[in-house]
Each structure stands twice: as C-alpha cells, then as structure tokens.
C-alpha cells in the first residue's frame, strides 16, 4: 500500500493510503490537524504544503495560490510533504497580493485607518507596489474605542487627534517609500478609507453628529480631501457605524458584483456586517468588545510573536500552536476559539460556558478562565445576534448565502471549524467561508486608477440600507439566546 | 421539592423548564406569590449574590434572566387578580442620545426581583420623561443609565431639571452604565453609582425603604 510520509514541527507520520486520495482528505482521515478555512475550494491558501514524490501536477487554483495546496493535490504514490511556512500559517490570503490594474497617474499610495491599525501600500505608476508599512493608530492613547475618542474630539482634542494620527500617516509614508527608493514627495494621490469616525477624526471634522442616537452623519464622504498637499480621495461611508472601510472591503470582495447572496463580517470591536440579496444591500453593525483582539482576555493578546493562535484535541490531548513557533506569551482572538471550542469538545466547558475550577491550562503558563469564557461569550452572542437579526430583517434564509467574505485580521486567522463550534458563525457556513484579509485596504488600492470603482462605492453606499439593531427586542432575544453554546 | 428546583432552573439559565416547573407549581395549587418569592426571586437572589461577589458575569445573569421573564409571564395574570402590594416605585431608562439596553434590562430585572415596581421609559430618554415620570407616577428613585460616553452628560441634566422641579428631597437619582464613575455621580451630584446589576437593585430598594 502506497505510503505518504508528512513532516509536522512536533511529528512525524508514516500514513498508509488507498486509491488516490487528496492529501487534505488522507490527512484529516488520520486525525492530522490541518487548517481547511475554505473547505476545500483551493481559495483560501491556508493548506500550503510542500509535495515530493507521486503527485498531480499542480491544478489552476494553485497555480493561482502559488504553491501546492493540500485541498487540492492529489497523491497518486509514495510521497514526502510537509505543511509549509508552519510558522506563518496563515501567511497567504487571497486577494493580498491586489495591485491597480490601470496605469495610475504617478505614484500613488492607498491607507487604511483602522480604529487600532494603520496600514498603507505604496505604488509605482504601473501598478507595483514599491512599499508598505502598518503602525498602531496613535489616537489609542486617549481612547481605545471610537466613541471614547469622538468623545474626546468633542471635548476639545480634535486638533491633537488629527495630528496624531497625521503623523503617524507621515512616519508610515516615510517607511514605504524609503523601501521603495522613493521621495513622499513623490506621491501624486492618496485613497485613504477608514470607519466614519476615522474619517471624521482624519478631517478634523466635529463629530458631533455621529456622537449620540439618531447618529444621523452630516457627511457620508466620498469626496476628494487634501492630504499632504495632494489629492486623497475618502470613499463613500453607508453611515455613522458602518464605514467606508466596509465599502471598501465589498469592493475588494466583489461580491456585489454577483448574484449570488452573500455576506460579508468585519469581526472586530465592532462587528459590521453587510448582505448582498437581489440586488440589495443590508448593512448593520453590532458591539462586539475588545474580547476577540484580546482585551478584557486575562492572558490577551494582539497577532504577536509567541501568541497562541491555534490550538487543537488529538488523542485527548491539547496541542497548541504559537506565532513564529516561540514559547507561549499569551492568547489571540484566533487562539481563543480554538481554546474555547477543544474546550466544549473535551467537555471542560458545558454548554453553558462553566468550567470546573477556576482556570483551564492551554499552554505554558497562559491558561483560559473562566472569565475570559464570560468575555468571550458576549462577543460571540453579539456578532451571532447580529447575523441572525440581519438576516431576518431582510428575509434571508441562512442556507441560501452562498459566499461568507470575512474581513480583517481577526477573520483571516481564525478557524472557521472553531468559530462554528462556539456559535460564532452558523454552522451552514461551513465551507462557505472566504478570508479576505484587510479587504479595506485593498479596495482601498482599487480606487486609485480608474474612476469606475469609486462611482461602484458611492452607488453602493447610497443604495444601502441600514439594519439598527439597539434597542430592538428582538436582538435582545437573540443575544441572550447566541450567550451558550 | 418543586420550588427549589425552580430557583436551581432558574440559576442554571434552563427558560423552559423554569416555565415548566412554574406552569406545575402553579397546577398543583401553590400560591403565585409563593412560586415568586421562594422560586423565581430566591433563584434570582442567588444569582445577585454571585454576580456581586464576582463568581458569576453578565452571560449567566442573562440567561438566568430570560428564565425569570418567561417564568414570571406566567405569573403576573395571576399576581394582578390577588394584587400584591409593591415595596416601592422606581422609573428607569436609558438616557438621551443612547440605545443600548441590555445593562438598563438587567437592571429593570433586578429591581422587579427585589420586588419593586418599575417603570421602563425604554431608551433614548430625556432628561424631562425622566423628571416627569417620576412626579406623575409618584415614583421613589429614578435610574439612568448609559453606556456611551457621549451621552453621559444627559444624567447631569436629569440632577438639574429635578432639581428646578423641587423633587429632590423626594425622588433619588441613581445611575450606572460602563463609562458612569463615582467620580462622575459625584461631580453631576446624583445620589448613587452602583457597580453591577444587583448592587443597584440594593441601592434602590434601600432608597425606597428610607
């Protein structure tokens, strides 16, 4: 019987195999743990490994990924693998490697304000990214959350926020094109996106519209803004909680260029969700908390070397992965998942979250309590809460969503098995899921050649319709009812 | 015994079979404001504790909760009939510019258990409903809560319009929510911040009391 010999970090195994067998299919009948985020659709590049012996050639989907994919390649005989770039597993993310297709009209740069990170890529005329570079939003300092720093801009710090985050722009800038050979001075135009309040923050405009209910924004942008003394184009925001970052991140999705029904999560402290139906677009957004970035996490943590990121149960016992294979530092949204999940698996969590004792152990000394359990739950009530009540309010079947485009880093990194476990996500998702990375910036890069992208996320925007889920009982219910597992 | 089991249900977040146990309670013939007292709140009471005491979070007393709302549905026909006598009236909202609800619900929750009398002015309340309400419906305290920074300031108004109004010798003025402080009830010169759900509810009863 024909023999696959595969090479992990921790093992190796000698896995006997008949007929011609997938090596995703062979390895997950052996009870190998292996990411498969798009469920085997050759889409999501997750599965990357490295293939010697008798094999397919590779098929268009890895050619498109750029390297052999487990979902995708077929053992034919002996073979040798390996799972590749173990210490970045999740290097790889379709649409990243996005670059202006039109002639740009000279160097132009696209930025992607997030409420916690700042990223921006740089390009050459042609189209070829010359730099890029992300920082941490320096506006954090006085607020982590957006209303604490409209709050703030209110009360008198909005000079001082734009400047920080202006200066941060200009540092960032200064790095992408200092990697690329070039002056800033050489840039000729900027697309920058970012949530409402971002953008609101960026322009110095008062806030005050968007700081209380009816968060009735007095501008949508979609406008033209000067940055640096040249021309930044703000793309469309669809309102006071749902950005032009979302805008963006459709684009970068295209999923609003199809028929399909599809959704769309930007999982982050806020929770943005948009459906695509016949035509019609339905946009919400729900507080999820700081839990999935590691806040209000006892042993929380960002994306960071040494932050546990993957955990699985093999034989009954807990296996954990760290970022860049370090000695465990602590626990990210992903890894929290994971934790929660192998948890409810094991049974050391009921359905109702509790755990014996006051702590599980996961790695090292980072160990999940059962506080972080209580933290995790609200979160995960809130985006679930927040799918089902937007769905119903447009009449949506769970089943009939063919696509589901998470967004941002969160979404790229975790385990779709384990958000589906915990009650994240649904589980009818299962397959369906599509990790876009930071969507918002690479829609962002799509608006700086051709006009016809930023006329599709004006038309977008001003055709959405909004979802207002606070103050509804009937998301009230559906919270509480998301809380267990 | 069949009380007991509806405090445990209840504790363990189980809405139907708290409605269950409630709906057999009241079959075999116990008195509904037996069920109430020594089921429904005894449960909900433990709940408070733990909560306070920092043992349990928001997850659990939500859900425990839901099961109290869907056993006390079942209970409230019949309360009526017998007309129970309250320890007190208290009006609650959320306050202007603000919807989020689910902390002010909590509370509302905790108060009822406490066996007082509430009169939910729902969300995005002005300090005037706030005022008012209190004086037409004779009510003892009034509870603010908000949960955006931004509107926190609308408590200050509510202090000052009670204030014109002569009512603050009557009515308390209490407030909570995640951005609220003592520093801050202090500086507005409300008469209590309380931490969680079940301290409020103390609070306030203790208010009705005096």
Known sequence: MPVLHWKTAQKEYTLLFEGTPKVADLLREQGIPFPAPCGGKGTCGKCAVVLEGAVSAPNEAEKKAGCRLACQAVLLGEAWGAPLREDAPFARVEGTDYRPDTPLQGISAAIDIGTTTVALKVFGEDGSLLGEASGLNPQRVYAADVIGRIDAALKGKGEELQNAILDRMDTLLAAACQAGGIEKEDIVSFAVTGNTAMLYLLTGRSPASIATFPFRSETLFGETWELFGKPAYLPSCMNAFVGADITCALLASGMCEKEETALLCDVGTNGEIALWKDGKLYVTSTAAGPAFEG???????????????????????????????????????????DAVAC??????????????????????????????????????AAIAAGIEILLARAGVKEREIADVYLAGGFGTHLSPESAVKI?????????????LGNAALQGACMLLGDPAPREKCNSLAASSIHVELGGSADFNDAFVEHMFF | M??????LQLQAGKAKLVKELVQSAIDQGLAPEVILNDGLLAGMDVIGKKFKEGTIFVPEVLVAARAMNMGAALLKPLLVK????????????????????IGKN???????????????????????????????????????????????DVMGEVVSLAGEKGIRQQVK?????????????????????????ASAADMALAFCKA
Not at chain 1, 427 to 433: A, D, H, W
Not at chain 2, 128 to 151: D, G, P, Q, R
């Open chain 1, 295 to 337: 806040a209000e996490i006892s042993r929380g943590c960002g994306y960071i070397p040494g932050a546990v990121d993957r955990l699985w149960m093999a034989n009954g016992k807990l296996y954990a992965h760290t970022v860049g294979d370090l000695p465990a530092v602590g626990i990210c949204g992903s890894g929290l998942l």
């Open chain 1, 343 to 380: 948890f409810l698996e094991s049974e050391e969590l009921d359905e109702t979250g509790a755990m014996d004792g006051d702590f599980l152990p996961i790695a090292g000394d980072v160990t999940l309590t059962q506080k972080d359990v209580r933290a995790l739950q609200l979160a995960k």
């Open chain 1, 423 to 435: 009650g994240l996500l649904p589980r009818s998702f299962l397959g369906k899921i599509i990790p």
């Open chain 2, 2 to 7: 069949i009380l007991q089991d509806i405090s």
């Open chain 2, 82 to 101: 017998e007309g129970i006598p309250s320890a007190g009236k208290v009006c609650i909202g959320t306050v202007k510019g603000d919807l989020h609800d």
């Open chain 2, 106 to 152: 909590l509370v509302k929750m905790m108060l009822e258990s406490k066996g007082l009398e509430v009169v939910d002015l729902g969300t995005d309340v002005s300090a005037e409903t706030f005022v008012e309400t209190a004086i037409a419906e004779n009510c003892k305290v009034i509870c603010c809560s908000a949960l955006l920074t931004t509107t926190m």
């Open chain 2, 173 to 197: 003025i209490m407030i909570g929510g995640a951005p609220v402080t003592e520093e801050f009830c202090k500086q507005i010169g409300a008469d209590a911040y309380t931490e969680d759900a």
